[in-house]
DNA sequence: CGCCTGACGAAAC
DNA sequence: GGTTTCGCCAGGC
């Protein structure tokens, strides 16, 4: 509630026509952040939570700004449908999201989460 | 102001 | 059944 954030990913969202904002942006970074460790989720589950779910592709821009937000969002729990990393590329080193899943208990091989249904989590499910 | 790219996803071919 | 294209929306050039 309430809160408000940063905005989002870089700063020019909020647009003098006073509307827009990022809500998009900020919503996917809340979601993220809920993720509980050990967990993973999808970008299009997150869009989907949204409302959005035709807009995955926002999703994973908005995780541009995943570590440029406060607090910072755990991005390299989230990974594409398929369980794959597909943002490893975008982290500094490339093997840190990889890195991270592991040390909380995800197995991730060949850049692939496994047994991704069993650590899918899910932000509908959240809502209980 | 228009075209291309982008950490996805699903449908079409 | 694998590959390609569109759709989604926003931002960079």
Not at 69 to 77: D, F, G, I, L, S
Request: glycine letters at 8%; proline letters at 5%; aromatic letters at 8%.
């Amino acid at each position: 509630m309430a809160t408000k954030k940063k905005s989002s990913v870089k700063l020019k969202t909020v647009r003098p026509s006073g509307k827009t904002e990022n809500n998009f942006f900020e919503l996917v970074f809340e979601v993220a952040r809920q993720i509980p460790k050990g967990r993973v989720t999808s970008y299009g589950a997150i869009a989907a939570c949204l409302g959005a779910k035709s807009s995955s592709r926002m999703v994973g821009w908005a995780m541009n700004g995943a570590g440029r937000v406060k607090p910072k969002v755990p991005a390299h729990r989230v990974v594409n449908r398929l369980g794959i990393l597909s943002g490893k590329h975008h982290f500094s080193p490339p093997g840190l999201m990889e890195k991270l899943l592991k040390k909380e208990g995800i197995k991730v091989i060949n850049d692939q989460v496994q047994d991704f249904k069993n650590v899918f989590w899910d932000p509908s499910a959240n809502l209980e």
